[in-house]
């Protein structure tokens, strides 16, 4: 299996900050790769597919950038919402999952 | 709208098995893979598998394999996810997930684009 991991696994800034989180790949992925954001209680939300998509309906502050290895995601001007894990994905082959970064308030 | 409802938190003991349903609406159910991902407490996302439901083909996890069935209904746009012989570690909470495909310079991508609420699997003696 490929493996997923994340750096930082977690992170402290405060609102309006911007963070960035990234992900590495055992093996090339292409752009395979897509992030999710999690908030407890609730369903993962899709944010970017194929490394630098952005999901439909996501605001334009997420981005992400990378291929073959090594990728990011970046989130300019944190709000108070944006607060959350977030997780990386890769989809070339038998999809497994980053550990997760979790964004806390400082 | 898509939607994906799943079935209702569950109980139960060690070595018994807990069967769990996606029910979706607002597409054509048998055109895009549903996939199954678990979160245990305090953990990550873990990918299980998933299921073609035009064709009933599936697709496993290697740790799952032997232990886990997926399967489909098409005439009430149904999946489930059975896992069998239980253990504590599979207490989790556990997502069907629809995947999306798009096709992004020439190349298809692939990704979970609406989610089920979750189902609470709790596994205890």
């Known amino acids: 299996d490929i493996q997923m991991t994340q750096s930082p696994s977690s992170l402290s800034a405060s609102v309006g900050d911007t963070v960035t989180i990234a992900c590495r790949a055992s093996q090339s992925v292409n752009k395979h790769l897509n992030w999710y954001q999690c908030k407890p209680g609730k369903a993962p939300k899709l944010l970017i597919y194929a490394a630098s998509s952005l999901q439909s309906g996501v605001p334009s502050r997420f981005s992400g950038g990378g291929s073959g290895t090594d990728f990011t995601l970046t989130i300019s001007s944190l709000h108070p919402e944006d607060f959350a894990t977030y997780y990386c994905q890769q989809t070339f082959i038998t999809w497994t999952f980053g550990q997760g970064t979790k964004v806390e308030i400082k | 709208q898509v939607h994906l409802v799943q079935s209702g938190a569950e109980v139960r003991k060690p070595g018994a098995s807990v069967k769990v349903s996606c029910k979706a609406s607002g597409y054509t159910f048998t055109v895009n893979d549903i996939h199954w991902v678990r979160q245990a407490p305090g953990q990550g996302l873990e990918w299980m598998g998933r299921i073609n439901p035009n064709n009933g083909g599936t697709k496993f996890a290697q740790k799952f394999h032997g232990r886990v069935t997926m399967t489909r209904d098409t005439s009430i746009s149904t999946a489930y996810m059975e896992l069998s012989r239980l253990r504590s570690d599979d207490t989790a909470v556990y997502y069907c997930?629809?995947?999306?495909?798009?096709?992004?310079?020439?190349?298809?991508?692939?990704?979970?684009?609406?989610w089920g609420q979750g189902t609470t699997v709790t596994v205890s003696s």
């Open positions: 997930a629809r995947e999306d495909i798009v096709l992004v310079t020439g190349i298809y991508y692939y990704q979970m684009d609406v």
